[in-house]
C-alpha cells in the first residue's frame, strides 16, 4: 500500500510539476571578434536548444559548419582551420537556469536568471555561467545572453601571422525563440 | 545467470549515461547531410584546374611563373633567368558556376574557360562518393604566322580542352582526383598527327599541416597521339596558405600554364634534370 502510494506520488512529481519543454530548432548563435586590423563576424541560424521548465535544465547544440560568414573564404578557413569541424562537428552546452522557478512561464514579462554549465567545443569542455534574459510572451519564450570565451581556452590555435586579427576575447551571442512543445 | 545480471546492469549504466550526459532534451540525432570542403586549397593542383571553385561574387587573381630549367646550371641561376607567365582570374558567377580569362606568355595566347560543379561530395543523409566539375576552356594564339604567304585562317590559331574533374576527399589529409581531358588543336603541323588528344590525368593532395600540403600532379597521354619528342607532364609542388592567399611552389617539366601546352606541347624530361621551378599566387577579392 505504501508502495503504491510513492509510485502515485512519484508519478505525480513527473507529469504535474511545472510548464514543461521549451524548443526550437532554430536559435541562433552568434560570435564577434574585433581587432583594430579586422572585425570578424559569423552567424548560425539553425541552433537546437531547449529548456525544461521545471528542472531548469538547458541544452544548446550548433553545427560548427552552419556559422555563415560574410566571406565564403573565411567560412572554410574556420572550419578547416581553427575548427577541424569534420573532426569536431558540434559544439555543445549543458547546463541549467539556476534561478528557473524565478521565471513564472505563464505570465508575460522579462525575467533574468543565471545559466550555469559545460560548454563543449572542439573536443574541450569548460565550465561557463552567464546572466541570461528571458521574455515570455503568450506562451512563447526569447531566450537572450551574451558573453565572452578566448579561443585558446578551446584548443583553437591562432598562428602568428594572423595573431593581430582574431580577438583573444570573442563576444559570443545566443538568442533563441522558445515555443512550448509538451 | 550470471551474465543476465551483467546485462540487466550495462542496460541500467547505457540509460542511465544517457539521461546523465546525453542532450537528452534535444532531437538531436536526425541524420543531417555533410558536404565536403576544401578538397583542395585552391582551383588548380598544380598546372591543371582542381575541383574547387569560388564563392559568388568572389575573384580569385592569379599570377603563375615557370621558369627555366633548372639544368641551366648557375649560369643561368638554376632556369631564373628565364620565365614564362600567365595572369588572370577565376570568377564566381555561383558558387558552382565559375568563369575565368587569363593571358599566357606561351605562343601569345588568350584564354577563357567556364567550370562547372554539378555534384558535390558527401556523407550523412545523402551519400555522394565524389564530386565532379566539367571544365570547358578556349584559347587563341596569337603570335604572328609563320608562313604570311600562305592562306592563313583565324581558326587555326584556335584549341579546345573539356575535363571532366572527378575528386574524392579519403581522409582530412588525402585528396585524389582523376581528370579525363580531351584537347582538341585546329590545326597540327603533321597528318600525322591528331586533332583530338586524349589524356588522363591524376592529381593527388596530402595535407601536411593544416595551411600547407604537399600535391602530385600527372598527364598520361595516349600513345601515337603527339609529336614523337612529347612527354606527360609530372609535377610535384606545395600549397601554402596564409588566409586571403594561396601560394603555390613546384616542379614541373612543363612551361606552360594551361591546358593544351602542358599536356601536348611539353618536350622535357625530369630524368635529364630539365626542370622547372614554379609557383602560382592566387589572391581572393570579394565583391
Known sequence: ?182 | MMSRILFGFLICFLIHASYGQGLDLLDDDEPITNYTTATFKTNRVVNGHSIETVAKREFDFKISHRFGFLSGGAYELFGLDQATMRIGGDYGITDNLNIGLGRSTVDKTYDGFVKYKFLRQSSGAKEMPVSAVWMSHAGVSTLRFTQPERENLFSSRLHYVHQLLLARKFTEGLSVQLTPTLVHKNLVSADSLANDIFSLGVGIRQKLTTRTTLNFEYFYVLPDQLETNRTNVLSLGFDIETGGHVFQLFFTNSSGPFEKAFITDTNAKWLDGDVRFGFNIARIFNF
Open chain 1, 1 to 182: 500500500m505504501i508502495l503504491v502510494g510513492f509510485a502515485a506520488l512519484a508519478l505525480f512529481a513527473f507529469t504535474n510539476h511545472g510548464g514543461g519543454v521549451y524548443k526550437t530548432n532554430t536559435g541562433n548563435v552568434s560570435f564577434f571578434s574585433h581587432t583594430n586590423v579586422e572585425d570578424i563576424s559569423a552567424i548560425n541560424h539553425k541552433v537546437k536548444t531547449a529548456f525544461d521548465a521545471s528542472s531548469g535544465k538547458i541544452q544548446f547544440s550548433v553545427l560548427v559548419k552552419d556559422f555563415e560568414f560574410a566571406k565564403a573564404l573565411m567560412q572554410e578557413h574556420f572550419n578547416e582551420n581553427y575548427m577541424e569541424s569534420t573532426k569536431f562537428p558540434k559544439a555543445t552546452f549543458n547546463g541549467m537556469i539556476e534561478n528557473v522557478e524565478a521565471i513564472d512561464f505563464s505570465t508575460n514579462g522579462n525575467y533574468t536568471a543565471n545559466v550555469m554549465g559545460e560548454l563543449t567545443i572542439k573536443g574541450v569542455t569548460k565550465e561557463v555561467s552567464t546572466t541570461s534574459t528571458f521574455k515570455v510572451n503568450n506562451g512563447t519564450v526569447n531566450g537572450m545572453t551574451k558573453f565572452i570565451l578566448n579561443p585558446e581556452d578551446y584548443n583553437i590555435e591562432i598562428p602568428k601571422v594572423v595573431s593581430n586579427k582574431i580577438s583573444r576575447e570573442i563576444e559570443i551571442t545566443v538568442d533563441a525563440d522558445y515555443t512550448h512543445s509538451h
